[in-house]
C-alpha cells in the first residue's frame, strides 16, 4: 500500500508561472516531510522539508504547504524556470518506530516538472 | 568536497554472478542507505543504517546484501543477481534517519 502519493506523474508549466507539485500521505504518524529534485543523471538532492508543527515553509522561490487535516502538502515554486525541469520527489517519515523503520524516509513515485520559456 | 561516491556508474552483468556496488560518504555521517529507482515506482529503500555494524531491511530487501564495517563505507552486494534487479540504485547518508539524506550520483545496473 502506498504511503506517499503523488498523482501527478508529469506537470507542464510555462516559464515565469508558478508551479505546483501535489504529494498525498495515509500514515498520519508522518510528522516530517521533504522534497527533493532529481535532474537525469544525478541523485536526488534536498529541495525544502516542513515539520508537522507548521503548515509553511519557504525558501527564496520555494514553499511548501502542509494541510495536516487533509493530509496533504504541496510544493509552489514562483515564478518557475527552465532550470526547475526535474523530477520532484515527496518524502515522509515518522518520528516513533513505524513497521520496523524508524524515521526512514518513504517517498512518493515522483512528479516529472517541464518548464517551458 | 562533501559527497557520497558510488562505484561503478554503470555496469552490465549476467544473472548468477556476484557483484557489489560500492558506496563511501565523507561527512562523518551515521546513518547510510541503498535505494533503487524503478519507472513508475519512484525510490525504494533497500538497506539501511543506523550506525558501525548495525544495519537492517528497507522495503524491498530480497535478493541483497550490505555490510557496515566502517563509518565511511557501506556496500550492496547482489550474491546472485537476477534481471529483477535491473535497476538504478542510489546510496545516501545523512547525520540521522530524519535528517537531510545527501544522494550519490547513481549506479545503473542491467542483469542481463
Known amino acids: 500500500d502506498q504511503q506517499v502519493k503523488q498523482n501527478s506523474p508529469s506537470l507542464s508549466v510555462q516559464e515565469g508561472r508558478i508551479s505546483i507539485l501535489n504529494c498525498d500521505y495515509t500514515?498520519?504518524?508522518?510528522?516530517?516531510f521533504l522534497w527533493y529534485k532529481k535532474y537525469p543523471a544525478e541523485g536526488p538532492t534536498f529541495l525544502i522539508s516542513?515539520?508537522?508543527?507548521?503548515d509553511k515553509n519557504e525558501d527564496g522561490r520555494f514553499t511548501v504547504f502542509l494541510n495536516k487535516s487533509a493530509k496533504h502538502l504541496s510544493l509552489h515554486i514562483v515564478p518557475s524556470q527552465p532550470g526547475d525541469s526535474a523530477v520532484y520527489f515527496c518524502?515522509?517519515?515518522?518520528?516513533?518506530?513505524?513497521?520496523?523503520?524508524?524515521?526512514?524516509?518513504?517517498f512518493g513515485k515522483g512528479t516529472k516538472l517541464s518548464v517551458k520559456p | 568536497e562533501a559527497q557520497v561516491t558510488q562505484n561503478p556508474r554503470y555496469l552490465i552483468t549476467v544473472t548468477g554472478k556476484k557483484l557489489t556496488v560500492t558506496c563511501s560518504q565523507n561527512?562523518?555521517?551515521?546513518?547510510m542507505s541503498w535505494y533503487r529507482q524503478d519507472p513508475g515506482l519512484g525510490l525504494r529503500q533497500i538497506y539501511y543504517?543506523?550506525?558501525?555494524?548495525?544495519?537492517d531491511k528497507g522495503d524491498v530487501p530480497e535478493g541483497y546484501k550490505v555490510s557496515r564495517k566502517e563509518k565511511r563505507n557501506f556496500p550492496l552486494i547482489l550474491e546472485s543477481p537476477s534481471p529483477n534487479q535491473t535497476s538504478l540504485y542510489f546510496c545516501?547518508?545523512?547525520?540521522?534517519?530524519?535528517?537531510?539524506?545527501?544522494f550519490g550520483p547513481g549506479t545503473r545496473l542491467l542483469v542481463l
Open positions: 545516501a547518508s545523512s547525520l540521522g534517519a530524519r535528517e537531510t539524506q545527501y
Open positions: 500514515n498520519s504518524m508522518f510528522d516530517y
Open positions: 516542513i515539520s508537522s508543527i507548521k
Open positions: 518524502a515522509a517519515s515518522a518520528r516513533w518506530n513505524y513497521g520496523g523503520s524508524q524515521g526512514n524516509l518513504i
Open positions: 561527512m562523518n555521517h551515521e546513518y
Open positions: 543504517s543506523m550506525n558501525v555494524e548495525v544495519t
